[in-house]
Each structure stands twice: as C-alpha cells, then as structure tokens.
C-alpha cells in the first residue's frame, strides 16, 4: 500500500484556488477539499460550484472532506462531479452504508470520517462499503490546530480493522499533520496524509510535500 499526501487548501489563498493547487499537483498524490456548511461545523468554506469549477481546470485528484450536515443527500453528487475520492462524516450520515454505497456507485471511493470524539467502532458496519477511513487528529472546522497524539490508538485500530477486512482499505489522518508528527501516523498505519498549515504556510510547498512524503517513508511499517 503506497503513502499518500493530499495537501489541503483551507489555509491556501481560496481567491486563487487553481494557482493554490498548481503550486503542489506536481508533488502532491491528492489535493484535500475542505467542504464546510456553517452546520456541522461552525466554520463555512465553499461547496459543490466552487469543487466542479476546480475540477474542470486541474488533472490532480480531487480529495474531498465533507464537513456538512445531510451528507446523504450532498455526497453523492460530489461523486458525480467527478472527485476521486467523497469522505462524509458518520456522526451527520442518516444511513453511512447506503450514502457509501451511493459514493461507490457513482464512480468515486468512497469514505467515512470520524471526529476524535467518535469511537472506532462505530464504522464497523460499513467497512465491505469503504475505501478509506479518515481519523480526525484535531477536532474539525479549522486548520493550524496542534495534533492529538491521544488519536494514535485510533490510527492504529482503523488499520488493524482495515487489514481484516482482507480489502485494500485506505487510513487518512487529517488535522496537525507536520514533519514531527507524520511519522507517529505512518507508524501507527497511516498510508494518506493531509497537511494544510505547513503546507500553505510553507515559502515552498511542493519542497514541504516533499519532506513531509520522505518522513513518513523512513517511519511506515
Ligand atoms: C480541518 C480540516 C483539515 C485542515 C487541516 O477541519 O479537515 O483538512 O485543513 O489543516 P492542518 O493541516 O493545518 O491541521
Ligand atoms: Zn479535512
């Protein structure tokens, strides 16, 4: 199972979205799409336009996280749009099996997130429907918050749980993803990381990309 990066674009300049992406899609596996609706979480970012505009104007596969209330209903139009990959939270999903089912049937892989708070259990259910599950290392609204090492033990029962399912099942860390804290993830069985502060905040992006694929490299089982 290869590692992946997938840098987010919530701290990039979102006025120059396609530029913002430019500057990693050389580098970077994915680009991670931020989708908040003021709901679910209390921040509000962009939704279905902005993403279809985005795709149209960039090969990189498209990442997206959706922070959003009645993701049944949403999640599976993103898919349609054409995004490699639809992540919707468990703790706003009305049936998670059908909307993964939905996500899969329209052509994209599909995935459920879960807040630090939610136990890991709770996707056990759905795991013959998912391609990937995404562990919130930071509580989710904002980046540049500091990572929670108190999710390691999540990370490392999401894989264990992916791994016997005997399906090829992606784990994705996603909150306070840096240099230091990579490794820790890769360790604990990560293969897909999103960074957005160190990324965005970085005078090089794609060289940070770069560093940050290079630790978790030396750091996977
Ligand atoms: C937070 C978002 C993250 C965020 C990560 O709710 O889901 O994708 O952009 O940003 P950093 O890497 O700065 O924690
Ligand atoms: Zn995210």
């Known amino acids: ?42 921040n509000l970012t962009f939704g279905l336009p902005v993403v279809e505009s985005l ?31 639809v992540t919707f939270h468990i703790e706003a999903a009305r049936d998670p099996g059908m909307t993964a089912r939905a996500i899969r049937g329209a052509g994209a892989r599909s995935a459920i997130a879960l807040k630090p708070a939610t136990d890991i259990e709770a996707i ?30 999540k990370v490392r029962e999401a894989r264990r749980r992916a791994d016997d399912t005997g399906l090829d099942i992606w784990v994705q860390v996603d909150g306070g993803v840096s240099e230091d804290t990579i490794g820790p993830c890769a360790d604990a069985g990560a293969n897909v990381f999103v960074a957005g502060s160190v990324v965005y905040r970085s005078s090089d992006p794609s060289a940070t990309v770069q560093a940050l694929r290079t630790r978790a490299e030396a750091a996977a089982r």
């Open 124 to 153: 056990d259910a759905y795991l013959p429907f998912l391609d990937m599950i995404l562990i919130m290392t930071v509580e989710p609204g904002w980046g540049g918050q500091p990572f929670l090492d108190t999710m390691l033990p």
């Open 55 to 85: 795709l149209a104007g960039t090969e990189i596969p498209a990442d997206v996280h959706l922070m959003i209330e009645d993701p049944d209903t949403w999640a599976p139009r993103y898919a349609e749009a054409g995004c490699y990959s």
């Open 1 to 42: 199972m290869g590692l992946l990066i997938s840098p987010s674009v919530l701290n990039a300049d979102l006025s120059r979205l396609h530029e913002e992406v430019a500057r990693v899609s050389a580098v970077a596996d994915m680009i991670h799409l931020d989708v908040m609706d003021a709901h679910f979480v209390p």
